[in-house]
Structure formats: structure tokens, C-alpha cells
């Protein structure tokens, strides 16, 4: 498959704990998206890298979040001291320049 | 700031009918106008996209207008089918690195 991959799928974690997300973009993608999806909404946009410089970084994450992408090929996004809130689908993507995005199939997070 | 709304939030057809979502966005900068399908679990994935130079594409079953001045574009499915059931997200962006998307319509083809 060589689509945009994530992993893991799953995370169950408890309230405190630090998780980290890994993602994979399409090859020769030098572009690489991070969303949040919560149930009922569509895709929120939570930062960019072009290759392996994160260009921004929306105001809907918090500085217990940080995302990586250092060699400009996969990247990772980790959350630190997680909250009950932060539980979501975790999705990335990834584009050539700025055409069509394709999505991973994401990496959900439960925090109990 | 940047807004994407879409209508309705649910629809139910019976199979065979047609089925149209709506979606209004708010920046006059945003040129590419993206649909995505997603099942239950499964990643968004794109279906159809159209530019601001165009104002109708379609693609088989599936077609998107494109009303610039009034900032709206539609998605139109034909001859539904069960397995068309699925949230339809619409997007827009002005071609940069960030899409707006919409709230999703969750469409359900009655057999």
C-alpha cells in the first residue's frame, strides 16, 4: 500500500500519560498535514510541514502538543500530559505542493 | 474567519433517487473546492474536486457546481446506491497549505 500511513491505530491511554502518533506521507510528498476529527465534525486543521519545516501551528494546539517531521520524510506528533479532551481521531495527510491532500486512515485516541 | 457551512447534517433517500448536499464557504479567496467520503472508522477519501475556473464536473454517478459569486458549491450523486451511504465532507481552500472543511452530511441510502 502505498498510501499515507499511520500508526498506531489505536491508543488507550490514561489521563496524564504522554502519547506519540507516527505518520508516513505518500512518497515524494513534501507536504504533511496533521487534522483532528472528533465525532460528528469535519476535519480541524493543526499544523503543516513543508518537507521539514513546520510552516504553522493552529491556535487549537496547545503547548502540550508537538509535531516533527525531521528529515522530511515521516512525521510524528506527540501530546504530552493528555486529557480527557484530547481524545479524538488523530488524522494526516499528505500532498505534492499544494495539490489534492490524501488522509491516512488515522489514529484514534481514547484517554481514560 | 475562514468558514465552511454545510446542509443538510443528515439525509435519507430511498436507492435510485438523487441526493444533494450543499456547502457556503466565507473566504472569496478560496479556489479548490474538494469532496471527500468517509465510512464509519475509515479515512476520508476524495471523490470529486473542482476549481474556481470551473463552474460544473462531473464523474460517472457524481457531480459538483460551483456558484462563485454566491460562494456555494454542491454535490450531486445520481442512482444512489447502498453503498453510497457514508458523511460527505465538503472543503475549500485558497491553495495553500490549509482546508476549511465542513461539518459533514451523513447520507443513508434506504435499500
Known amino acids: 500500500d502505498t498510501g499515507v500511513s499511520q500508526n498506531p491505530r489505536h491508543k488507550i491511554t490514561k489521563r496524564g500519560q504522554n502519547v506519540t502518533f507516527r505518520c508516513d506521507p505518500i512518497?515524494?510528498?513534501?507536504?504533511l498535514y496533521w487534522y483532528r476529527q472528533t465525532l460528528g465534525q469535519g476535519p480541524e486543521f493543526l499544523t503543516y510541514f513543508q518537507n521539514e519545516a513546520q510552516l504553522e501551528k493552529s491556535r487549537l494546539l496547545s503547548d502540550r502538543f508537538s509535531a516533527e517531521r525531521p528529515k522530511g520524510s515521516f512525521s510524528t506528533l506527540e501530546i504530552q500530559r493528555t486529557e480527557q479532551g484530547d481524545s479524538a481521531m488523530y488524522l494526516c495527510a499528505s500532498s505534492f505542493n499544494g495539490n489534492t491532500i490524501y488522509f491516512g486512515e488515522g489514529s484514534w485516541l481514547t484517554v481514560v | 474567519g475562514e468558514n465552511v457551512e454545510q446542509h443538510p447534517s443528515t439525509l435519507s433517500v430511498q436507492e435510485g433517487d438523487s441526493a444533494v448536499i450543499k456547502c457556503t464557504y466565507s473566504?472569496?479567496?478560496?479556489?479548490?473546492f474538494p469532496w471527500y467520503k468517509q465510512e464509519l472508522g475509515k479515512r476520508p477519501q476524495l471523490i470529486i474536486d473542482i476549481r474556481s475556473n470551473v463552474g460544473e464536473k462531473k464523474d460517472q454517478r457524481i457531480a459538483v457546481t460551483l456558484n462563485k459569486t454566491a460562494k456555494h458549491f454542491s454535490l450531486h450523486i445520481t442512482e444512489t446506491q447502498p453503498e453510497d451511504s457514508a458523511v460527505y465532507f465538503c472543503a475549500a481552500t485558497s491553495g495553500t497549505y490549509k482546508y476549511i472543511f465542513g461539518t459533514g452530511t451523513r447520507l443513508k441510502v434506504l435499500a
Open positions: 473566504d472569496s479567496a478560496s479556489n479548490y
Open positions: 512518497s515524494e510528498h513534501n507536504r
